[in-house]
């Protein structure tokens, strides 16, 4: 959970447009840059969410993914709001520069981690036979018999050395010239990730998850210069950016518009979750899965329109979230789903039986003491 804390506050850097960074340094953009621009960054908003949705359903057959139960996302609105703020504060406290430092090793790291574990299965069909595949396993346990705790347990093979060789090579592009291109094919991955390995276990818990977040945005955007303040500050591949002078300057443009990965990963956990929904009626359509997806494309080009209009930075969430909520119960609702839709619980069998044993187990424990 702590790792989609720092995707959160990249909230931070989706207001940021040529409106609010370049106004005084760049000249004004052209209508057809702009076009491109946003046409790209929506693109690359749809992308992670489209396929971390359906790697999402491998993932939670395969194995037991990470879920966000009620309380999580009750908290999470605050945790985010702490980070924030903190950020806000060293960033006040102390020079940018070393913060920024610090902050892309940190992210260097993490981007080579999450583009290497998203491209080892391509990397792998592209290294020629000639490589052998050596299994490899690094486990470290503590305690012995049923107490063991496995502290490491990972499996990786040679061609995942490879595909990792590919991706530092990535980042080593990035660390020296902090090229967009670079910093994009970071913040995909970290959103396709994100959106594949954490899972919200029902329909109520994203509803409290999106509903807290979106007070979250409207408050921090509107109501203080935290956010843009830390926007403006941070440097690290928690966007996406795409110039809006690629035209007239090719790769070395660099009068960009950015999108935050909140609002990509965000809307695309409950999203998909609702493809895994649509798994569990068993129909031909994914029907609310489509047409989640449409509603955020809407609300996102509904953000991008309003921007524009009144020449002020947006919080993205306060059009993302009534769209992805909205649609998805309404459709529910004309499709007689409703009751399916909040009655749908993502957990695997194992772990719901587990959590009737313990509800039993309580309930014989107040009745006895009742007696």
Not at 204 to 214: A, R
């Amino acid at each position: 959970m702590a790792s989609v804390v720092n995707l959160i506050v990249a909230q931070a850097t989706e207001n940021l447009t040529e409106n609010a960074t370049n106004s005084t340094k760049k000249p004004p953009s052209t209508p057809e840059g702009m076009a491109v621009a946003y046409g790209s960054l929506v693109i690359m908003a749809l992308l992670p969410i489209f396929f971390g949705s359906y790697r999402s359903v491998v993932y939670h057959k395969e194995k037991k993914p990470e879920r966000m139960t009620k309380k999580d996302a009750a908290i999470f609105p605050i945790m985010a709001s702490c980070a924030l703020f903190a950020l806000y504060i060293i960033f006040k406290l102390f020079s940018k520069e070393y913060i920024n430092l610090l902050l892309t090793g940190y992210f260097f790291f993490l981007g080579v981690l999450a583009l290497t574990h998203l491209l080892s299965p391509i990397v792998s069909k592209l290294v020629p036979a000639a490589i052998q595949n050596i299994p490899f396993h690094i486990m470290f346990k503590q305690g012995e018999g049923d107490a063991a705790q496995y502290l490491i347990d990972y499996r990786f093979s040679t061609y995942d050395v490879v595909a990792l060789a590919a991706c530092s090579l990535v980042g080593a592009w990035y660390l020296v010239q902090k090229h967009w291109v670079a910093n994009n094919l970071f913040g995909l991955a970290f959103a396709v990730n994100a959106v594949e390995l954490l899972h919200l276990n029902n329909v109520v818990t994203g509803c409290i998850l999106l509903s807290g977040l979106f007070i979250y945005d409207i408050f921090w955007v509107f109501g203080t210069d935290v956010m843009v303040t830390v926007a403006k500050s941070f440097e690290a591949p928690i966007k996406l950016v795409f110039p809006q002078d690629l035209l007239q300057n090719g790769l070395s443009a660099n009068n960009f518009a950015m999108l935050g990965l909140g609002d990509i990963v965000i809307p695309g956990i409950f999203i998909a979750l609702l493809l895994r929904f649509d798994h569990s009626l068993k129909r031909k359509t994914k029907t609310y899965f489509h047409a989640s997806v449409i509603a955020y494309f809407l609300g996102l080009m509904a953000t991008i329109f309003v921007m524009h209009v009144f020449k002020h930075a947006q919080p993205a969430l306060l059009y993302l979230v009534p769209a992805c909520i909205g649609t998805p119960v309404g459709l529910a609702l004309l499709k007689g789903d409703l009751t399916a839709m909040f009655k749908y619980d993502d957990s695997p069998e194992e772990e719901k039986s587990e959590e009737k044993k313990k509800e039993e187990k309580q309930v014989k424990q107040d009745t006895k003491k009742a007696k």
